[in-house]
């Protein structure tokens, strides 16, 4: 009841607006019907108003969208390598290691490939592995491939000059296959500078320098460090104007490699190794991922890691170089550099482009 004076109100407002909205109903509703009837009668009288105008084409322009498309791939391919970029850490130059790791680059070095032909830069000495953990090889000729890792092994011995080199180890941040070939060449050079060198590969994971000097491998390191042996059996083979070096293959791959890299057994070995030669260099584990290079690096005086263009990241070499910082890691060298940032020039080809234009007069 009390609100019976609003809606009436509210009714009497709405009811003239009804009746109008009724009343144009039916004006349209009659004009419809008269439309049908005229339609139906048919005979009508059409009549042109205006004249049709030609008219302009509009498209396609095969010209414009050429240049538009042009210019858009353009404009998306400038996007998407500054995304490229932006995305991919990887190290390409010797520069950006020094600019972006906090340690010295020792070196830089082309691919390495170890020739398996006729005039192969070692040579193997004796053929009784089966009964000796450890094989000769002899360093047959210095190549101009290999002359960059003898300026690099100066550079080690320079970085260690306040103790006597006596143990060297090679890492790298991830798998990489120029590490072993990068620890046989810095065995040649220090065997070349009269050094009494023992190349061990300790990597008993994905072992690779048997592969490399076709060496067998049953046995090698992880036989010495599972058995009472004090030291692998020598081939000592004199020779004037030759150098030798010694391999310790890592031998059959255990179960645990990590138990015996940190046995006490280990650390006895390298020991009685440094003892017995002017050097010995060891080829470990790839240092992210495993343990195992960590324990490998605790036996060694100095590391040097092996750092391969276009391959590892930044990311990858700071994590790996904080890892083995606090182990004596010296520095890193830079391998697979292109000719455009590889500045090294063999000693007989500097003294032929000295030699050129006296020639030429």
């Not at 009343?23 to 004249?51: H, N, T």
């Not at 070692?122 to 094989?135: A, C, F, G, N, Y």
């Not at 182990?327 to 030699?355: E, M």
């Amino acid at each position: 009841m009390k609100q019976f004076p609003t809606i009436l109100a509210e009714y009497s407002r709405l009811s003239p607006q009804v009746k109008l909205s009724r009343e144009r109903l039916q004006q349209l509703l009659k004009a419809e019907q008269e439309v049908r009837q005229e339609l139906s009668k048919g005979g009508f009288d059409w009549q042109v108003v205006e004249e049709p105008l030609l008219g302009i084409k509009i498209g396609p322009n095969l010209r414009q969208n050429l240049l538009l498309g042009g210019v858009v791939g353009l404009m998306l391919g400038s996007i998407a390598a500054f995304i490229r970029d932006a995305s991919d850490d990887a190290l390409r130059t010797t520069a950006e290691i020094e600019e972006k790791i906090s340690l010295p680059v020792l070196g830089a070095i082309p691919n390495l490939p170890l020739t398996q032909s006729q005039d192969s830069l070692v040579q193997l000495l004796d053929d009784k592995s089966s009964e000796q953990t450890s094989q000769t090889v002899q360093v047959l000729q210095s190549t101009s491939r290999w002359e960059s890792l003898d300026l690099i092994y100066k550079n080690i011995e320079l970085m260690s000059l306040g103790s006597n080199l006596k143990s060297l180890m090679i890492t790298a941040a991830i798998e990489d296959r120029g590490k072993s070939t990068m620890a046989l060449g810095l065995a040649m050079s220090a065997a070349r500078l009269h050094k009494k060198v023992l190349l061990i590969d300790a990597d008993l994971r994905t072992p690779n320098l048997h592969k490399q000097l076709e060496l067998p491998n049953e046995q090698g390191l992880s036989t010495l460090l599972t058995t009472e042996v004090t030291s692998p059996n020598q081939i000592s083979i004199p020779s004037s104007g030759s150098s030798y070096i010694d391999i310790l293959t890592a031998g059959p791959i255990p179960a645990d490699p990590a138990h015996l890299l940190s046995s006490p057994r280990m650390v006895q070995l390298m020991a009685e190794f440094e003892e017995t030669y002017d050097l010995v260099i060891v080829d470990a584990s790839p240092v992210l991922g495993l343990v195992d290079a960590l324990l490998t690096a605790s036996c060694c005086q100095s590391i040097v890691m092996i750092a391969s263009m276009g391959k590892v990241s930044q990311t990858q070499l700071s994590q790996a170089t904080a890892m083995l910082n606090r182990l004596n890691l010296i520095g890193i060298v830079a391998n697979g550099t292109s000719n455009s940032h590889y500045s090294y020039v063999p000693y007989a080809q500097r003294n032929q482009l000295a030699l050129q234009p006296a020639v030429e007069k």
